[in-house]
């Protein structure tokens, strides 16, 4: 429960972390947005202000320009009889000479009749007949007929090669049909941003309403003529006589901000536009100031919450750590009974363990025990309780002392306790610690354990008797044999024939020093310590011990041998091992006695770090019931054997670090192998 309340809790201090974070993020990010938002609309308000200021310039400018054109047409009207009135019909035009007439602003200033001859101008030499015809009659077609001022499209010039605005007022004589046509050069419309710190960007448009434009510059370039009715420009203004808007520019495409202004008393409409890109480049650069400020903050926000986060998640992590540790060692205590208690000086205030508490059945609510506890030792165990503590608190040592403790409900027990000084970082003993430990299982074992050895080394002495009594068998036939053939030998064959009585005698002493061999081996099966055990050849091994074999005549066939190519030698006890191969022919040669089958065979084999010794017979093979307990004490085949050579084989075998093995080979028969390490494996 506590633990679940814990982790509850750091659960909720890193949601709490998390969604402050989070919330001061959303905090960061909306003012980001709000002031890149005002950045942005600031920046369009200021570009909308000054388009519209100099859309009113260039509106007024052109108002200007057209009042002053206008007023030298009327000059010219007033001068006109006085001009003209002595022309020739059909003679050359007459050469204005008038100051306003050759006012620098005027490209040429023609006074023509309806049918566009000139009358008189300023050209010197005049325009060619037939180039001006058409000239005028281009500008003839858009004049105002009442006699207002109107600028028409722009025009080719043939004589000054390229577009001009022809500027047309009627005579307001009646009866009088002439025209005053001022040529101006289209780029004198808009010549008043010629010296304005403008962007290359931003455009300055003279348009008429017929969608003609008359003067557009740009970049400080002036072109005319553009067609622009199907633009949004167009149509704005033909909802508006005045106003601002942001849409694609007509002619490039390009989202601009634009403002635009009727001309009065004029067909014609003027504006000023900017790319909102141009507009806007300040902002988005001060947009992405504010980014990069609010991504190096939210950066800094969020390591700092992970931070805490996880700080929070250490810390619980560490009291989950703790808290798993204090039930782990309870539960340890628990499994081992094992409590633990201190003592601290000079108040003497005891502490102790849960599961001490359990071990003296007392209640957790009372306390630790203090005196209370002499009434359920022994008077032995209240001594060596007094002492303890003396050597704890005079001598300042480590002690050990048991205790025989009669518990309330009635058991008794014996504990262990153990206990150690407390000291400061100076040295200084504060108290004493240990732990107690209830021992009364250990002690009931070793008592068992001690019974339980008399009994063993009464059963190993029994297992030697019968060992002894199998194992002398073959080495005392033996002698019996060669003394048997040696009386013989002396009765039947004189001196110096055959083998003499000496040999036979001799080799029935190396039989009786083998049984003696054999006794003192089957000794050191029993008591501890090692066997006498030296580097042997494995074929040198095996001769001797099939050499015996021969001479009991255990078999009737030789026995068949196969060997490695390679000598082997191998680390062992011959004497031991060779008992085993005794045992183990003498087995298969019994196995298959009577049946007219080949011999046994001894086979060795190499292995990685072993060499594998096999006897093979061609008997009936093992019971598929004794396969696995083949090797136990008294487990036999034999109607009379006492089961205990296999059991003594694998006893030798798995004394020296080998193992031994039974099975049913394929093609009939049995197999018993054994394992030896190599000699420089050993």
């Not at 023509?112 to 015809?133: K, M």
């Not at 601002?244 to 520019?249: D, I, V």
């Not at 980014?291 to 700080?311: D, F, H, N, P, Q």
């Not at 002392?401 to 518990?407: I, T």
Request: proline share 5%.
């Amino acid at each position: 429960m506590a633990i679940r309340e814990s982790r509850l809790t750091a659960l909720t201090a890193q949601l709490l972390v998390a969604g402050i974070a989070a919330a001061i993020l959303l905090v960061v990010w909306a003012l980001i947005g709000r002031q890149i938002a005002f950045d942005r609309r600031e920046a369009v308000r200021l570009a909308f202000a000054q388009n519209d200021d100099r859309a009113l310039m260039l509106e007024q400018y052109v108002s200007r320009t057209l009042d002053l054109t206008s007023m030298a047409a009327l000059h010219f009207e007033a001068m006109g009889p006085r001009l003209i009135g002595d022309a020739p019909p059909g003679g050359a035009p007459r050469i204005l000479t008038d100051p306003i007439a050759n006012e620098v602003d005027f490209l040429a200033v023609h006074i023509v009749d309806a049918n566009g001859r000139i009358l008189a101008t300023t050209d010197r030499p005049p325009a060619g007949e037939r180039a001006a015809a058409r000239l005028f009659e281009a500008a003839l077609s858009q004049a105002d007929p009442g006699g207002a001022l109107r600028v028409s499209t722009p025009v080719f010039s043939p004589a000054l090669g390229r577009n001009v605005l022809v500027v047309s007022k009627r005579f307001g004589d009646p009866n009088i049909k002439q025209w005053t046509m001022i040529l101006i050069d289209p780029a004198q419309l808009t010549q008043i941003f010629g010296a304005a710190s403008v962007k290359p960007s931003e455009s300055a448009w003279v348009v008429g309403l017929d969608g003609i434009i008359r003067s557009r510059s740009t970049a400080g370039i002036t072109t005319s003529g553009q067609e622009v009715r199907k633009g949004v420009v167009f149509r704005k203004q033909r909802e508006a006589e005045s106003g601002r808007f942001a849409g694609p520019g007509t002619l490039d495409g390009k989202l601009r901000l634009i403002s635009h202004r009727r001309v009065p008393g004029q067909p014609l409409f003027v504006s000023y536009s900017i790319l909102e890109a141009d507009a806007l480049s300040q902002a988005r650069a001060r947009a992405r100031l504010h980014a990069a400020g609010g991504t190096a903050l939210s950066a800094a926000i969020i390591l700092l919450a992970g931070m805490v986060i996880r700080i929070i998640g250490a810390r619980e992590k560490r009291t989950l750590e703790a808290a798993a540790a204090r039930g782990r060692l309870e539960e340890a205590q628990r499994i081992a009974r094992i409590g633990d208690w201190s003592v601290r000086l000079p108040d003497h205030a005891v502490t102790w363990s849960a599961h001490l508490y359990a071990m003296f059945e007392r209640d957790p609510a009372l306390g630790p025990m203090g005196r209370e506890i002499s009434a359920m030792l022994s008077d032995k165990s209240n001594q060596a309780n007094r002492e303890a503590r003396e050597r704890l608190v005079r001598a300042q040592c480590p002690t050990s002392w048991e205790l025989e403790v009669r518990l309330p409900k009635g058991g008794d027990r014996i504990y262990r306790v153990s206990g150690v000084p407390t000291r400061d970082p100076g040295g200084a003993m504060i108290g004493y610690h240990g732990t107690t430990q209830d021992i009364t299982e250990v002690r009931r074992h070793e008592a068992l354990q001690a019974e339980l050895a008399h009994f063993a080394r009464v059963g190993a002495m029994n297992s030697l008797a019968a060992t002894l009594s199998h194992e002398l068998t073959q080495p005392l036939a033996a002698a019996s044999n060669y003394l048997s053939t040696g009386r013989f030998m002396a009765g039947k064959l004189p001196d110096g024939m055959g083998l003499s009585i000496a040999d036979r005698l001799a080799d029935a002493g190396a039989q009786i020093k083998r049984a003696g061999d054999i006794i003192k081996r089957m000794r050191s099966l029993v008591a501890r310590g090692s066997s006498e055990r030296d580097m042997v050849a494995v074929e040198q091994l095996l001769e001797e011990a099939l050499t015996t074999i021969e001479v009991l005549r255990i078999c009737d066939q030789r026995i068949e041998r196969t060997y490695p190519s390679v000598p082997v030698q191998v680390y062992c006890d011959p004497v031991q091992i060779q008992q085993v191969v005794l045992n183990l022919v003498r087995n298969a040669c019994e196995a298959q006695s009577g049946n007219g089958m080949r011999p046994p065979t001894v086979m060795v084999a190499v292995e990685v770090d072993a060499v594998r010794i096999g006897i093979r017979d061609h008997g009936p093979g093992f019971p598929e019931a004794m396969l696995q307990q083949v090797a136990q004490p008294f487990i036999t085949s034999k109607e009379n054997g006492l089961g205990l050579g296999l059991s003594i084989s694998r006893t030798i075998i798995e004394a020296h670090g080998g193992t031994l093995r039974a099975e049913n080979p394929p093609g009939g028969g049995a197999m018993i192998s054994f394992t030896l390490p190599l000699a420089e494996e050993a």
